[in-house]
C-alpha cells in the first residue's frame, strides 16, 4: 500500500523497524504520525527477517459520540423532600402541610364512594371539605416556610384526584335520572379532561400574582359540589350545559382574579351578596358564579383594548 494514499494513511499506521546485526539492537527510523501516537494499537505481524510489520488502527467514526460516565455523586445520594434547613420543628411542619394534602385525597375518595351508594350531598360535603384543606396546606407550607417541589407535585395529584375525578363523579350521580346517561357522561368526562390540562398546564406556566389563566380546578369543583349541595333548581339539560361550560372555561386563556385579590374588594360590595343569600342562596349563588365566569372575558377585552 502507496504512503501517498489518503485513505490508507487515515487507516493504517505503517511502521519499518530494522534490526542490527545484534538481537539486542533497538530499531531504527520508525516513522509514525503525531496524530497518531496517542491512538491504541494493535499488532498483526511478527517482523520476521526484518520484513516491516504493519500495525492497524480502528477508524473512529464522528457519528459515535462519547459515552459519559455516571456521577458517582448523584446517583450515591437521594434528593430530599424537604430542602433547607432539616430541623425536628421543620420536619414536623413539613408532615403537617402534606397531611392536609393526604385529607384532601382522602376526602375525594370518600366522596366517590358516596356517590357510588346514592349519598350525592353528603358526598358534594366532602368535595367541600377536600377545597378547604387544598387551600389549608397551600397557607400553612407559605406561612411555616416548607414549600417544596415534592409538596407542589404531591398538590397536583391530590388535586386531580379530588376535583378532576371525585367531582364529575358526584356530578354523575347527581344527574342521574333528569338527563340522558350519554350527555352526563360527556359532560363529567370533560370535566376530568379539562382538569387535568389544566393542572398540567398550572405546574409548566409562569405565575401571575394577579390572575388565573383560566379557572382555576378548585374553584371549578368547589362551585360543582355547592351546586349539588344545594340542590340548584335547573333543569338537566341546562346544568349539563353549564358543566361542559365550566370544563372548557378551566382550559381558556382568558385572566380571572385570584381570591386574594377579591377579598380586597371594598366591603360595600360584600353586602350584595350576604342580602341576596340571606333572601334566596340558590339565586345569589347562581348570579355570583355567572358574574365571575363572565368576569374572564371582561377582563381579557380590558387588556387588549389597553395594550
Not at 7 to 26: K, N, P, S, T
Not at 145 to 161: E, K, N, T
Request: some cysteine.
Amino acid at each position: 500500500m502507496r504512503r501517498s494514499s489518503t485513505f490508507a494513511r487515515q487507516v493504517l499506521l505503517v511502521r519499518v523497524g530494522r534490526r542490527d546485526g545484534d538481537l539486542h539492537g533497538g530499531s531504527e527510523g520508525v516513522l509514525t504520525e503525531p496524530r497518531y501516537a496517542d491512538r491504541r494499537r494493535r499488532r498483526y505481524g511478527l517482523n520476521r527477517f526484518n520484513r516491516p510489520s504493519v500495525e492497524s488502527v480502528m477508524p473512529v467514526s464522528p457519528a459515535l459520540a462519547p459515552v459519559a460516565e455516571p456521577d458517582d455523586q448523584s446517583n450515591g445520594r437521594p434528593i430530599p423532600l424537604l430542602p433547607g434547613e432539616r430541623t425536628t420543628s421543620r420536619r414536623v411542619k413539613f408532615a403537617l402541610v402534606n397531611a392536609c394534602t393526604l385529607s384532601s385525597l382522602t376526602l375525594g375518595m370518600f366522596a366517590i364512594f358516596l356517590a357510588m351508594q346514592g349519598e350525592v350531598r353528603v358526598a358534594a360535603i366532602c368535595l367541600i371539605a377536600c377545597v378547604a384543606f387544598d387551600g389549608l396546606d397551600g397557607a400553612l407550607a407559605r406561612k411555616f416556610g416548607v414549600a417544596s417541589p415534592f409538596g407542589a407535585q404531591m398538590d397536583s395529584l391530590a388535586d386531580m384526584c379530588s376535583f378532576g375525578l371525585a367531582a364529575p363523579v358526584v356530578v354523575y350521580a347527581s344527574l342521574a335520572g333528569s338527563v340522558s346517561t350519554a350527555a352526563a357522561a360527556v359532560a363529567c368526562a370533560l370535566v376530568g379532561a379539562c382538569a387535568a390540562i389544566r393542572l398540567a398546564r398550572f405546574n409548566v406556566s409562569p405565575k401571575d400574582g394577579r390572575f388565573f389563566c383560566g379557572v382555576p380546578t378548585t374553584m371549578a369543583a368547589a362551585v360543582l359540589a355547592v351546586t349539588v349541595a344545594i340542590g340548584l333548581p335547573v333543569p338537566g339539560p341546562v346544568l349539563v350545559a353549564g358543566v361542559a361550560l365550566l370544563a372548557f372555561a378551566m382550559v381558556s386563556s382568558f385572566p380571572y382574579a385570584k381570591l386574594a385579590r377579591l377579598v380586597k374588594l371594598p366591603a360595600w360590595l360584600w353586602l350584595a351578596p350576604v342580602i341576596g343569600a340571606l333572601v334566596d342562596i340558590r339565586l345569589t349563588f347562581a348570579l355570583i358564579v355567572v358574574g365571575y365566569l363572565v368576569s374572564g372575558p371582561v377582563l381579557w377585552l380590558r387588556q387588549r383594548r389597553t395594550a
